[in-house]
């Protein structure tokens, strides 16, 4: 069993519905990361949280909205996305102090399929 | 700026023989690097890390990589190739100088490892 648990594990939407992609850690980590995995390409760093407070965006189009309520939930709410959205979206979760050396530690993936 | 590059899309091995799945690097300062594996349909697990120290590194599964800073390379190794090794390996990269933040891996895109029977 991972410690970073991704629900919905599949979801299939259409271009005009709005949902939400859940992440939760059990690793008591104070970082929360989105990836996104398309096919053929390096994974594309979306959002970053550390201490709940949002430290990068990637130039991610505002069809996608982050929330972290605290350093162990992360949310990624989708609305009006397009066919080119379609991947597998990976939450990530680390330590931020305490000799971090940057290991990451991901949940299973939500695999998004816009209609 | 920091980069991975992962040369070949694809690499077949016959399951006994020697494996060796090829990553390059670049960042600024020195490298924190890491190999990751995905299986079809999960997230990524952590296989390695190198940090500081002894430029061969051991991980899981009998993986162990081999850091060299003059060619900036961390190739993934393994002496026996097994069938169950088949996957989807990422190499990735975080700057050192970047200190205790939250500011993620740069990865490669990915090698796939076929292990043929």
């Known amino acids: 069993e991972t410690g970073v648990t991704q629900t919905p594990r599949h979801l299939v939407m259409g271009m005009t519905n709005k949902k939400s992609l859940k992440c939760e850690q059990h690793l008591g980590h104070n970082a929360m990361y989105w990836y996104k995995q398309s096919a053929k390409k390096p994974l594309e760093l979306m959002f970053v949280y550390n201490f709940k407070e949002q430290t990068e965006n990637n130039s991610v189009p505002s069809r996608f909205s982050p929330e972290c309520p605290n350093s162990s939930h992360l949310f990624l709410h989708l609305h009006t996305l397009q066919p080119e959205d379609s991947a597998l979206y990976l939450c990530?979760?680390?330590?931020?102090?305490?000799?971090?050396?940057?290991?990451?530690?991901f949940g299973e993936g939500s695999r998004l399929t816009v209609l | 700026a920091q980069s991975v590059a992962q040369p070949e899309d694809q690499v077949n091995v016959a399951e006994g023989n020697p494996l060796t799945v090829k990553c390059t690097y670049s960042v600024s300062g020195n490298p924190y690097l890491f190999w990751y594996v995905q299986y079809p349909n999960r997230g990524l697990q952590f296989l390695l890390k190198y940090i500081t120290g002894d430029n061969l590194v051991k991980g899981s599964y009998g993986f162990e990589a081999e850091f060299n800073k003059s060619q900036t390379s961390f190739h993934l190794k393994k002496p026996s190739a097994l069938v169950s090794d088949s996957a989807l390996y990422f190499c990735a990269v975080r700057d050192m100088s970047s200190g205790g933040g939250a500011d993620g891996l740069t990865f490669g895109k990915g090698t796939h490892l076929i292990i043929q029977p």
């Open positions: 990530a979760s680390s330590r931020t102090s305490g000799g971090n050396t940057g290991e990451l530690f």
